[in-house]
T-cell receptor, first 114, second 114 residues
Framework: AQSVTQPDIHITVSEGASLELRCNYS??????LFWYVQSPGQGLQLLLK??????LVQGIKGFEAEFKRSQSSFNLRKPSVHWSDAAEYFC????????????FGGGTRLMVKP | GAVVSQHPSRVICKSGTSVKIECRSL??????MFWYRQFPKQSLMLMAT?????????EQGVEKDKFLINHASLTLSTLTVTSAHPEDSSFYIC??????????FGPGTRLLVL
């Protein structure tokens, strides 16, 4: 069975600092990996996804993620965080690149200090 | 990107009543819609998958007679919580996709059962 672990429940960073959110997955085949962001009381917005090719994926809002098969990881990064990035971030694994049958991690809540 | 709406955004109801939540794809035909439930400070849990014109497929542990899903058209799916109780209070999120394309999420509906 597939599973996703986000080890950090809460992370606080200062505005302008760099950010890395961790994601580890367990999946029996080639994983299709996604990062979503959820603002308070809102639905989910897709930041980026990986299913093949270059292991460094660029997404929206200046985010990127790197797929490391040897570590079963798909960590999300941003070089300089803005106050508007404060939100909940979810990593997910799916059966295909369309995101069918998504399994979500527990989420990481990002807080940004001025 | 594609837009998915949900109505209502918030609803409060008395215990024992039924509540209907609508999920609409505004600018594309949704061949498949998904319904998720999210408890406070937790991740999303898939409740059911519905294909237009077919019966919904429910995840293990989800009562199909309690959570009625209808996907009668390519732009609308409804979730009806029947005989709602306080433990049904939650944030319900739908997503929609066209064929094998990416899922797009709605903004969610917060249900409070008194």
């Amino acid at each position: 069975a597939q599973s996703v672990t986000q080890p950090d429940i809460h992370i606080t960073v200062s505005e302008g600092a760099s950010l890395e959110l961790r994601c580890n997955y367990s999946y029996g085949a080639t994983p299709y990996l996604f990062w979503y962001v959820q603002s308070p009381g809102q639905g989910l917005q897709l930041l980026l996804k990986y299913f093949s090719g270059d292991t460094l994926v660029q997404g929206i809002k200046g985010f990127e993620a790197e797929f490391k098969r040897s570590q079963s990881s798909f960590n999300l990064r941003k070089p300089s965080v803005h106050w508007s990035d404060a939100a909940e971030y979810f990593c997910a694994v799916g059966h295909n690149n369309a995101g069918n049958m998504l399994t979500f991690g527990g989420g990481t809540r990002l807080m940004v200090k001025p | 990107g594609a837009v998915v709406s949900q109505h209502p955004s918030r609803v409060i109801c008395k215990s024992g009543t039924s509540v209907k939540i609508e999920c609409r794809s505004l600018d594309f035909q949704a061949t498949t819609m998904f319904w998720y439930r999210q408890f406070p400070k937790q991740s999303l849990m898939l409740m059911a998958t519905s294909n237009e014109g077919s019966k919904a497929t429910y995840e293990q542990g989800v009562e199909k007679d309690k959570f009625l899903i209808n996907h009668a058209s390519l732009t609308l799916s409804t979730l009806t919580v029947t005989s709602a109780h306080p433990e049904d209070s939650s944030f319900y999120i739908c997503s929609a996709k066209h064929l094998q394309e990416t899922q797009y999420f709605g903004p969610g509906t917060r249900l409070l059962v008194l």
